[in-house]
């Protein structure tokens, strides 16, 4: 027999009477009753005893991942892992029509005024380069963000535009493409309906900022169930998209549970199943203080039915470190993170397509995994969150590159202990118990 040692990035979680022994690198996990934990602990720490006792079993926490091979090294499989998502083979373009405001592990989510429309120029840019990167990269997705306050008239000529050329140019090479929007409204008139219905609309995302609303001199509730209510006429028109609300507040204050129960009585439960709801603190960043609170708002979310998340934990790594990622904005400026494109806009796209990159500030190390740190190196959590958001620390924190001491996950900023209880609870139903007998 091969000698076998425990993974690094094992788990012991308590869930009702039993231990979840969940391992980072799978993602797979077994379910033990309370009063075998220390037999499990035993096998884990002297395989030997495993086999000799409990062979069934001893291959069941091979297969989980708990026992690996003693020549296994882990933090290599990790660095191919970051490669191969490094290198994945969709190209995600974020189509900024304002300031950008997003990312995937930054809480802040606000849009600023919108810009004027494109130039023709832009335009012309915009297509011409997706036109080069679709031949010129072993493409088999291409997926359109597009992020604006107010998708008005002008700025739905653009999405047309531009989106039904990028079909066009998917379609020629036999790429499968899809769009997503991320606004504050969308409008409901019959000729912006028909045009979202032509492109091949995935998600919409809706924020809700209620960071504002004092300025527009209207109520939290005021506010809120204008929300709702456009929000249910668009799942209405669009039952197929997956809708994603984005709700930006001061914790402390929000009525989350009103804003549940406005909630439910407009969405039967049907219809919950297509909607996730992320609620994010005023503060641009996460606070561990304030975990508790939004891992309550996350299980009474699931209760009532709303889309789960937690089925897809799997790791995340910034759009900085993709090869197929950028960000452009309607002037033509280009980025490789969102939530860094106003502070360091690295380049431009040409009228033939290119981008052309500034190389005295851009990024010279872009192969180097954010995770290649003594911190994140040593962390059990890093196969989950794969390290730390370094250009969301600069913005943050003035160039300064630092981090708690204890990390919290996106997209709810929660422990990753909380992450990992809320995936095994989603599983748990198609999970088939063995026979204690295995023990």
Known sequence: ???????????????????????????????VPR??????????????????????????????????????????????????????ASYQLILTL???????????????????????????????H?????????LTQLRLEWLGVD???????????????AASVCQTNNIDFQVGITTHELPLQEQDVALLRRLPLRSIRLILDLSTRKKRNLTEKEVVSAYITHTKQLVSLFPDVLFILLIHS??????????????????PEPERKNISIFVHDELPAFRHDDAPMRETMLQQLYQSGYNKQWENLLPMICSEEKQHAYAMNSEGSVGKCVANFSHAALGYVTTHGNVFWDETTIRMDGDIPHFENVRCLSCKHLPLCMGQCIPIKRV???????ASSDCL??????SPESAILNYCSAKMEHYVNGDDSEF
């Open 1 to 31: 027999m091969k000698e076998l040692k425990e993974s690094r990035y094992n788990y012991r979680l308590p869930y009702d009477d039993q231990v979840l022994f969940f391992n980072g690198m799978t993602r797979r996990f077994i379910p």
């Open 35 to 88: 009063s075998l934990q220390e037999i499990v602990d035993l096998f884990l720490a002297d395989p030997n005893k495993a086999s000799q006792e409990s062979p069934r079993f001893l291959e069941k926490l091979q297969s989980t991942g708990l026992l690996i091979d003693k020549s296994i090294n882990e933090l290599e499989l990790i660095r191919e892992r970051h490669q191969q998502a490094r290198n994945v």
């Open 98 to 128: 304002d300031e950008p405001f997003v990312h995937s592990k930054h809480a802040k989510i606000s849009l600023m005024e919108p810009h004027s429309n494109m130039s023709e120029r832009v335009k012309h840019s915009i297509k011409k």
């Open 130 to 138: 997706l036109e080069r990167y679709v031949i010129e990269h072993p």
């Open 151 to 165: 998708l008005h008239q002008p700025l739905q000529n653009e999405i047309k535009e531009i989106s039904e050329h």
């Open 250 to 267: 001061n914790l402390n204050s929000f009525n989350f549970q009103s804003f549940i129960q406005l909630m439910n009585e407009q969405f």
């Open 396 to 402: 943050t924190e003035g160039n300064v590159i630092a």
């Open 409 to 414: 996950l996106p997209p709810w900023g929660i």
